[in-house]
């Protein structure tokens, strides 16, 4: 159990309660607690007891105490099953917060999208107190573009239920390997579902344990071959699984990966020899069938080297195999530079993000949590960066082996001012900078924000350069061949944000820092030691942009890095 798991517990149990249209005080009260939490810097094991804080009454510390002994809320399962799962997608609608809704559910009897499009279509909402003929046409404005939305689901949606699957077939005994294929092994920002390959002599049992294990709203198939499932989550999400034996599982896997146009090309390579390609195996000109033990080894079989999931698009794969061994690995990273602790909204102290950072084997890393202008993620002030910093040196003193580096990730202001005055940016050793605020300015005035730190000595690197959230905003919409141009001139690091959420800069811009020779860094701007994950993600979605290992900041040495980050000292 950490705090962030009972931050969002309380958030939802806030929400929830708001649809069924619950007392507001009631409602606050859990907002209040998560606020209060959010608030305290430390983490839940440097707690003495986290029911006597501030801020936390008798009916959260009840909902504590039940996270903190089961493992979950009985309170939110049973709000989750009493609020209709209809009125959750109309919280994506702006305008529409949890308190209207709740109106248009206990007046109307509102509990879907289409309900709701047919209220407006007759008047009825309109009629509503707080409600007005304009909004009504908002609402159906609002609903068209819901509906308009691309039907893939993004990255960060899918990503918890493959981690969830990949658990649940880990632990079956009946299956002897398998993996996800499709797009989102290809590091793609949306897919339209999950696929899997499952390696099994017991078909039986692995489909009737997928069935009872997940929750599953439809069953589309269940046959020996293919089991194709729709899960009952916040959104639903298709998954199919292939059951293969292990002699098809290379192929298999090859074939459900994709892309489309890369297999297309594949195939074409096998034609020109006789062969022919399919998901069972590679078919000889005399009717036997060859099978491989991987995916390596059926790409050597057409004299490929084997090339990365994220590089199968079936355009330059083919021509720069030489360029594939430059290409960063996950086993070639060293740091993560840009993460957060409970000094301000992250889950764990620094003494166990840097255990954590410790046992996946890097050599270094910086702890950049946000500076004092983010009041909402409580950013800290020079003075509590300094008690900030004796607490990592504490840690540097028993991990000798390992270091890490004291940063901030300070904003650049809306007025294009920065958080901390050059004295203190001075003493810290790596700084970033990035824009949390004020994203609907110019573009000149974005740009001005951006060059401010760009033109600073102390700055090293600007993170999440555009501010994008996949498949929900844009960003602030920097010019970012300017930009790119200023990292160069300045030399400053670009960072590619590896939380799925972001994956910013995206591959385009990526491919145009790669062309200016400017430096990136993969961070997981980690709030939680569960987020060190990303990396992987990272790496994977570096790949697609042919980031070579040699530009990327957080693989090289610490000598390496400790030369870069004190040159303007
Ligand atoms: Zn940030
Ligand atoms: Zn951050």
Known sequence: MNKKTIIRTFEKIALYMELQGENPFKVSAFRKAAAALEGDERSLSEMEDVTKLKGIGKGTAAVIEDLMTSGESSLLKELEEIVPKGLLPLLKLPGLGGKKIAKLHQELGIDSAESLKAACEEGKVRELAGFAAKTEEKILKELANLANRSERLPIWQLEPVVLQIEALLGSMEEVERFSVAGSFRRAAETSKDIDFIVVTEVVETV????????????VVAAGDTKISVILDLDEPVSVDFRLVRDAEYATALHHFTGSKDHNVRMRQIAKARGEKISEYGVEQADGTVLTFKDEAEFFAHFDLPFIPPSLRTGTTEFDKT????????????????????????????????????????YQYSVITDHSQFLKVANGLTPERLTKQRAEIEAFNEAHPKFRLYAGTEMDILPDGSLDFEDDVLKELDFVIASIHSSFTQS???????????????????????TGRIIEDRNG??????????????????????????????????????LAAGVPVAINTDAHDIAHLRFMDIGVRYANRAWLKRDMIVNTWTREQFEAFIRRNK
């Open 476 to 513: 602030y919409n920097p010019d970012m061949g300017q930009l790119i141009t200023w990292a160069k001139e300045y030399g400053k690091i670009l960072e590619l944000n590896a939380n799925p959420y972001r994956l910013d800069l995206c591959v385009e811009h990526l491919e145009m820092a």
């Open 322 to 361: 030489d360029g594939i061994n430059s290409l960063v690995k996950l086993e070639d990273i060293k740091a993560d530079l840009h993460m957060h602790t409970t000094w301000s909204d992250g889950a764990y102290s620094v003494a166990e993000m840097g255990e954590a950072l410790v046992a996946r084997g």
């Open 207 to 218: 489909r009737e344990k997928l069935l009872n294990e997940l929750s599953v709203q439809e």
């Open 443 to 465: 573009q000149d005035k974005i740009m001005a924000r951006l060059l401010t730190a760009m033109q600073n000595p102390y700055v090293h690197m600007i993170a999440h350069p």
